[in-house]
């Protein structure tokens, strides 16, 4: 699955422009956050892109084929789109609600079989939302009918799962196992796009960001060279820091906020140094499913590599990758490996001079 959002732009209102000249492609295996201000317009975005609204200029391809040009049916069968669990959601039960996901599939008037049942156990098992089954999606709460419109989007088996804040309503833990399960569906081939006011679960989950200010400028990449203090300065007008929290097997960014203070500039991705530095990356990697991404990935940055095991992995093997890069392509690659499910990363870098003179 490959979508592009070629030079768009939008406004409800000609004289207001919500987005302006946006740019950015999204790929199978990726997983995509979008960050911005209240109302800098990234549910606008996601509806736009759907082909929910239309773009008043540009076009949003979905493998090549312009996204108003195709048949919703169309779009609907690789795209699942989960908005903010607001507002009112009809009498149904919970089982219906879920099973209406995989209409997309099995098409409206057809009568859910088994197989189709299955999965929505199945799902509600994953999501931890079992014992919601029997009850009225209008008996239940915000964040409980967030996890249920999830486990219904996840129902038609989408190529393209596109959600609007789907940790805002939820618990830590239901935040967490959100943020496992879209891990999960990008590690296996699926292409995640959400919405978020949680700088800390793009730079944890997000191999892209994008971060959209109010008035319409936006700026895409690797999470890495984006979700940066000097960009969350100028987006939010927040004074932050990202701080590092260590744990036994792992290294966690956390944004902290500081103060409040007067947004200023357009955000700009991380330029690259021309300081090099020699890198250890270590990694423990529990799940050997991720080699053919990891080979990808490697591949993708092996100009810089000096040295990587060569050995297939094995369930809990530790990895390593020498490197001999600009400073940003090394917290690029790390991170990048870092939001692989099961992957522990840790990063030992000293500037190639320092190294030269011992
Ligand atoms: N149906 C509409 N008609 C006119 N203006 C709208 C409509 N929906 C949203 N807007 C305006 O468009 C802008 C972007 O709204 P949008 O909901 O996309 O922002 P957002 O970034 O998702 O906000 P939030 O973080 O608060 O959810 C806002 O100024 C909003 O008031």
């Avoid at 490959?2 to 987005?19: A, N």
Wanted: some cysteine.
């Amino acid at each position: 699955m490959k979508l592009t959002v070629e030079h768009t732009s939008f406004g409800y209102k000609k004289s207001t422009p919500v987005i302006q000249n946006l740019s950015f492609t999204a790929e199978s295996g990726q997983l995509i956050a979008i960050l911005g201000p209240n109302g800098a317009g990234k549910t606008t975005l996601l509806r736009c892109t759907t082909g929910l609204l239309k773009w008043n200029k540009g076009i949003s391809r979905l493998d090549g084929e312009n996204t108003n040009q195709m048949p919703a049916k169309e779009i609907w069968k690789k795209v699942a789109y989960v908005p903010q669990a607001r507002g009112s959601f009809a009498a149904l039960n919970v089982t219906d609600m879920i099973l209406l996901g995989t209409t997309s599939r099995v098409g409206v008037f057809a009568t859910p079989g088994q197989k189709e049942r299955d999965l929505v156990v199945q799902l509600t098992e994953e999501l931890g939302i079992q014992r919601l089954l029997n009850k009225n999606c209008n008996e239940i709460s915000g964040g409980e009918l967030q996890m249920v419109l999830i486990a219904r989007a996840l129902a038609g088996k989408p190529d393209l799962l596109i959600l609007d804040e789907p940790e805002s309503a939820l618990d830590f833990k239901n935040q967490l196992i959100v943020l496992n399960t879209m891990s999960r569906l990008v590690a296996e081939g699926i292409c995640v796009i959400f919405n978020t006011h949680y700088p800390d679960h793009a730079l944890s989950r997000a191999t892209h960001s994008l971060i959209l200010q109010k008035g319409g400028a936006s700026i895409f990449g690797e999470t890495s060279k984006i979700v940066t203090e000097e960009n969350i300065k100028k987006a939010f007008g927040v004074q932050a820091v990202i701080g590092k929290t260590e744990t036994a097997g792992h290294v966690y960014q956390s944004v902290v906020p500081l103060k409040v203070i007067k947004a200023q500039g357009t955000c700009e991705k991380v330029a690259d140094s021309t300081q090099q530095q020699l890198a250890l990356i270590s990694c423990i990697i529990t799940d050997p499913g991720i080699q053919p991404k990891l080979n990808t990935l490697l591949k993708q940055y092996e100009t810089y590599i000096v040295s990587h095991d060569e050995k297939p992995l094995q369930k809990a093997t530790i990895a390593t990758i020498t490197m001999s890069a600009p400073a940003e392509e090394v917290t690029s690659l790390a991170h990048e490996i870092s939001v692989f499910p099961g992957v522990a990363v840790k990063t030992t870098a000293v500037p190639k001079q320092e190294a030269a003179n011992g």
